[in-house]
Every structure is written in structure tokens, then in C-alpha cells.
């Protein structure tokens, strides 16, 4: 399982629906709108994950 860099919810890999690339990583998102923020400004929350 994944975790939506956005709202932290866990993502399965193999049904989610919105995926993000970013810096050669897939990024998984729960829904539409979480992908759309990450798409935004990546840089902020793969930064954020990093340190979780």
C-alpha cells in the first residue's frame, strides 16, 4: 500500500486511479483532488513525505 502524500490515506498500487511521476517516483492519490495539488507544487509535499 501507498500513502497519498496529500491526506496521508493509504492508496493500493495495483487499483488507484491517480498517479502522479515525479523525480523518476509514481506518487498514488486516493482521488482526483489530492492528485491535482500534488501536480501543483510536488516539490512541497514530496519534501514533506520524505521527513515523515
Same mark, same amino acid.
Given at each position: 500500500?501507498?500513502?497519498?502524500?496529500? !491526506?496521508?490515506?493509504?492508496?493500493?498500487? #495495483?487499483?488507484? @486511479?491517480?498517479?502522479?511521476? $515525479?523525480?523518476?517516483?509514481?506518487?498514488?492519490? !486516493?482521488?482526483?483532488?489530492?492528485?491535482? #495539488?500534488?501536480? @501543483?507544487?510536488?516539490?512541497? $509535499?514530496?519534501?514533506?513525505?520524505?521527513?515523515?
Amino acid at each position: 500500500m501507498a500513502v497519498d502524500p496529500i !491526506c496521508k490515506m493509504t492508496v493500493d498500487e #495495483k487499483t488507484a @486511479e491517480y498517479t502522479s511521476e $515525479y523525480n523518476g517516483k509514481t506518487y498514488y492519490f !486516493c482521488a482526483p483532488g489530492c492528485k491535482k #495539488k500534488f501536480d @501543483e507544487n510536488p516539490g512541497q $509535499y514530496v519534501a514533506q513525505s520524505d521527513e515523515a
